[in-house]
């Protein structure tokens, strides 16, 4: 299995502030990585695929680079309601894996 | 909009079986997709376990093969999940999932349940 490293683990930032959360591949996954956020009592929500391509409804604040093996996402301006808990997946084989996530709090 | 909601036991015993319901409404299970399992682990810990496919085929993750099962009913536009021989290592939040099968986002999950916990315990 593909193992995916996440970092940081926790991270803390104000509005208005942007942050980089990383994710690096065991192996090449070529661009095929997804990110997703997390909040209580919400479903959870995908953001961006195959490393950079924005889903439907994600705020242009964010944006996602990389390929091969080391990826990272970046959120400009951060605003209120960005703060939670964030997952990369790497989508490129079976099966799919995750990172071990990094918490984003209001500082 | 798609909508998936998780349902089943909150506690389950050692060696018995976990069963849970995903139901599905917005979109029929049948038409397109691929629809997972995935569950979330004390510490956050995410592994995806498995899915069924729109004709009803399977893939189940290696790691958990022997263990379980991942099954429909299309007339109630539901899917399931069976564990079976639980541990308390099997303790998690459990995820229903949609995912995408074109060729530029396969394996991406792009609509989720909301996630049901599971105990297991005596």
């Known amino acids: 299995d593909v193992q995916m490293t996440q970092s940081p683990s926790n991270l803390a930032a104000s509005p208005g502030e942007s942050v980089s959360i990383n994710c690096k591949a065991s192996?090449?996954?070529?661009?095929?990585l997804a990110w997703y956020q997390q909040k209580p009592g919400k479903a959870n929500k995908l953001l961006i695929y195959?490393?950079?391509t924005l889903q439907s409804g994600t705020p242009s604040r964010f944006s996602g680079s990389g390929s091969g093996t080391d990826f990272t996402l970046t959120i400009r301006n951060l605003e209120p309601e960005d703060f939670g808990l964030y997952y990369c997946?790497?989508?490129?084989?079976?099966?799919?894996?995750f990172g071990s996530g990094t918490k984003l709090e209001i500082k | 909009e798609v909508q998936l909601q998780e349902s089943g036991p909150g506690l389950v015993k050692p060696s018995q079986s976990l069963s849970l319901t995903c139901s599905v409404t917005?979109?029929?299970?049948?038409?397109?997709?691929?629809w997972n399992w995935i569950r979330k682990f004390p510490g956050n810990k995410l592994e995806w376990m498995g899915y069924?496919?729109?004709?009803?085929?399977?893939n189940y993750n290696p790691s958990l093969k022997s263990r379980i099962s991942i099954t429909r009913d299309t007339s109630k536009n539901q899917f399931f999940l069976q564990v079976n021989s639980v541990t308390t290592e099997d303790t998690a939040t459990y995820y229903c999932?949609?995912?995408?099968?074109?060729?530029?986002?396969?394996?991406?999950?792009?609509?989720w349940g909301q996630g049901a916990s599971v105990t297991v315990s005596s």
């Open positions: 997946q790497q989508h490129n084989e079976y099966p799919p894996t």
């Open positions: 192996k090449s996954i070529s661009k095929y």
């Open positions: 917005g979109y029929s299970i049948t038409s397109s997709y691929r």
């Open positions: 999932a949609r995912a995408t099968i074109a060729a530029i986002s396969t394996r991406v999950m792009d609509a």
């Open positions: 069924i496919n729109s004709a009803g085929s399977t």
């Open positions: 195959s490393g950079s």
